[in-house]
């Protein structure tokens, strides 16, 4: 029997493990199938306080991995499957072994959805992006392509002109998903050059491995074209990863974990933590303050128990 088990270990799931494991609860880390979360899959990191010369994201997970065990936190591979919270203490099942659990903290994150393009892995982090304020200040003067239609996209958009020297912003349908008032402050914003009707077929890079063009598809007339461009963002969206959770802990329309109140959920005893629950901010920062959160009411509401 655990006294917490964390599900996830991104920056969300190594802090609320720092924060248990200091506390004294042997806290047991479910890595899942991205060990160190997102931050895993990017370079330069450059806004988490406390690295005035920026941090490299996999060995900032890495380093907080580390510092939970020192403590006592344990990690194991493997991902949960199927949860039975129907009842104290929770049920896992992790890769088909089932465990339990007196508490649990939810910190699966929300993974960002990419284009499937042939070169789109290789180059995340190296010029594509799935985040305007993590890295628009890389690209001060340069030539940004943002792909989306949503509401999301244009605000990254617009935000992007604060850097770029020029926004492209690729769209495949002929009119925008996105609100009315972020539609025409993206018209009227000089800086923005919308590309309609148009789909992009790969990303490409220089000698250096760093993003240097598009391939794009006018998919009404069929024409392709290449195009230069120093940072592709897309945003298209974003998938939380609550299935093991349907019908048990309460998700919004998306499919996000609701809050019921600092980190908890519908269920006594099942903790959220990180972007699992945060559709607004989806910073590093955040989801490890949540995770601090998080640890220090699975702490408090064990002690309330007596355990
Ligand atoms: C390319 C890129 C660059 C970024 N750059 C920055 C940046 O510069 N600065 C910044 O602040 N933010 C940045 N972000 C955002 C930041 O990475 C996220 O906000 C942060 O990682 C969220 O942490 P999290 O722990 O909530 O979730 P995640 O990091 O997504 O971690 C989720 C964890 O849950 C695990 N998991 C999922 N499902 C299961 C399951 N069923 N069982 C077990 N485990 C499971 C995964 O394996 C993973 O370990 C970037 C994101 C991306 C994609």
Redesign the pocket.
């Known amino acids: 029997m655990r006294n917490v088990v964390i599900?996830?270990?991104?920056?969300?799931?190594n802090t609320a493990a720092v924060y248990a494991a200091r506390a004294n609860l042997s806290p047991l880390v479910?890595?899942?199938?991205?060990?160190?979360?997102?931050?895993s899959?990017?370079s330069l990191?450059?806004?988490?306080p406390g690295f005035p010369e920026g941090v490299n994201?996999p060995d900032l997970v890495e380093n907080m991995k580390k510092q939970a065990e020192h403590f006592g936190a344990e990690y194991m591979n493997g991902?949960?499957m199927e949860a039975d919270l129907s009842k104290r203490p929770f049920r896992l099942n992790i890769d088909g072994e089932w465990m339990e659990t007196r508490t649990l903290i939810v910190?699966?994150?929300?993974?960002?959805r990419w284009l499937n393009l042939p070169n789109e892995q290789r180059l995340?982090?190296r010029g594509v992006?799935?985040?305007a304020t993590?890295?628009g200040f890389f690209y001060r003067e340069k030539e940004i392509m943002v792909v989306g239609g949503g509401d999301t996209a244009l605000e990254e958009a617009n935000f992007l002109t604060r850097f770029g020297r020029r926004v492209a912003l690729v769209h495949r349908r002929d009119s925008f998903r996105a609100s009315k008032i972020m539609v025409d402050r993206s018209k009227a914003n000089p800086k923005i050059e919308l590309v309609m009707n148009t789909v992009v077929q790969d990303v490409h890079d220089n000698e250096q491995g760093v993003v240097a063009g598009v391939t794009l598809k006018n998919i009404v007339t069929g024409e392709v074209a290449r195009r230069d461009v120093d940072g592709l963002f897309v945003a298209i969206g974003h998938v939380p990863?609550t299935k093991?959770f349907i019908g048990q802990l309460e998700l919004d329309s998306e499919g996000y974990l609701i809050s019921h109140g600092g980190a908890r959920t519908n269920i006594t005893g099942v903790f959220h933590?990180?972007?699992?629950q945060d559709k607004v901010y989806?910073?590093?920062?955040t989801?490890a303050g949540a995770g601090c959160m998080a640890a220090i009411e699975v702490e408090r509401f064990l002690e309330a128990e007596g355990h």
């Not at 479910?30 to 931050?39: D, K, M, N, S, T």
């Not at 933590?273 to 699992?276: L, N, P, Q, R, S």
């Not at 989806?282 to 920062?285: G, L, M, N, V, Y």
Request: aromatic residues 2%.
């Open positions: 599900i996830g270990s991104g920056c969300a799931g479910v890595a899942g199938h991205e060990p160190g979360g997102q931050l899959i990017t990191v450059e806004n988490f994201g991902s949960v910190a699966t994150g929300a993974s960002a995340i982090g992006s799935s985040c993590c890295d990863n093991p933590a990180g972007d699992v989806r910073q590093a920062i989801a």
